[in-house]
């Protein structure tokens, strides 16, 4: 196994994965740890720099969260980021207070020295605050490198120790020139930054390996990205002991099934196809509440794949599910202090795990979906699959408000090619996070070459987003929006009025459902 260059200890920021997202764009490997890890672990890893997330807490509450203070005497650089900040301040003896006004968005950083931390940031410039307590007096030896309107020490540094502190959040991709910051800090821990995709590649063959032993692996896979890199790492890394599955639910979009059957014989990796059509268009018949849906399509999942796995472990029994879980699904679930509030309940094979009481193999929890592209494409997944819009477990059935039957699947699937397809054509489908179209089962009068017609409305759905968890309307063409809307209306029989969803995320979600 690589060992970490910087060791990042987390107080429980939602963004502390970004930071060691940022390190890796910079090529330095990073492991995350919880804030408490012990001073033997630390020093047993041998990091050449730590980073101390920030956090909800506050430094002077008897709740505080307190790292091993320990870590101060090793002599190695530590950059503590808002919470961590107020913590080594508050360690070494300075103060933190309760800020008069709370500072969160943006904010103007007045870079104040020419400091290493701080090399090649311009004199002002925009970075991302998130904070109730600030620092009103630094500790001994310690000097201002920058200031903002709200946070007179907004970047400081020991004068002779190598200690620095930010209090605002570099990793943010609101922080214009973060990663920037965060570099200079890899470079002052004397990082070698030669980190790339291959090597993580490399490590998680080595990581998969050592954690599965001579075990047996279950990999589901839905056609996309995620689950389909999954499966193929877990391929690389295992051969014949990882079977690859497949349910065709039925709420598969047109050509779908297909392409994932050609992918995997061309990848030469063996897959299992159930279809499982029947019982999920059985168990969905009178249905309409969405999350109803969402836990009939999870349950009957269960099943299916309960049913695959006890057939396949007549050859040996299975212990591990493989799943595609990426950070941006564990942060949406996950808090240090307990889970977050639900929105909508996601669905992966959630619940098999412990009925089954299989362990969970989960190599991609802490990738972006950009990086899991990325590695995609060093495993040699076609850049057609690569480039898919995210595509939910559910499927259309979440696509199709109120019942689900097989003709409103037929008129969603027809509706939804035409768009994809016209996406492609006129060079859009890359510009877009997702792009989709939405059955609203609303009716309403139109008239077609003199008669009166009264059918259904599809709503097209395109949103630009980062990693899904917020998203905007896509700002597609009108006259492209109109070609779409006229094809589908003239190809699609049932289908007599097209409308653009315009809502953000939040307040909207980018599915309907
Ligand atoms: P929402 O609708 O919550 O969706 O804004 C955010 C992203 O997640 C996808 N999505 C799912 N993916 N299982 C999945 O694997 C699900 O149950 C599920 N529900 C939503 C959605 O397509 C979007 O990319």
Known sequence: MATPEILVLDFGSQTTQLIARRLRECGVYTEIYPYHLSLETIRSKQP?????SGGPASVYDSQAYHANPG???????ILGICYGLQWLVHSLGGRVARARSQEFGRAHLENLQNHPLLAE???SSVVWMSHGDRVEVLPPDFQTLAQSAHAPFCAIAHTHKPLYGLQF?????????GGRILANFARLCGCTQDWNMQDFLAQQIQS???QVRGDRVLCAVSGGVDSSVVAVLCARALGAQVEVVFVDHGLLRAGERDQVVDMFADLQIPLHVIDAQDLFLQRLKGVVDPEKKRQIIGHAFIEVFENKAKELSKQGAIKWLAQGTLYPDVIESVSLKGPSAVIKSHHNVGGLPEKMRL???EPLRELFKDEVRALGARLGLPEKMLARHPFPGPGLAIRILGEVTPPSLELLR?????????LHTEGLYSEVWQAFCVLLNVFSVGVMGDKRTYDNTIALRAVVASDGMSAHCAPLPLEFLERVANAIINQVSGINRVVYDITSKPPGTIEWE
């Open 48 to 52: 050449k720099g730590i980073i101390l």
């Open 71 to 77: 870590i101060l005497e090793l002599k190695i650089p």
């Open 121 to 123: 940031i311009e004199p």
């Open 169 to 177: 959040h570099p990793e943010s991709a609101h922080s214009a020139q």
């Open 208 to 210: 998969i390996k050592a």
């Open 359 to 361: 362990k969970l193999l």
């Open 414 to 422: 027809q509706a939804d090619s035409i768009f994809i397809e016209a």
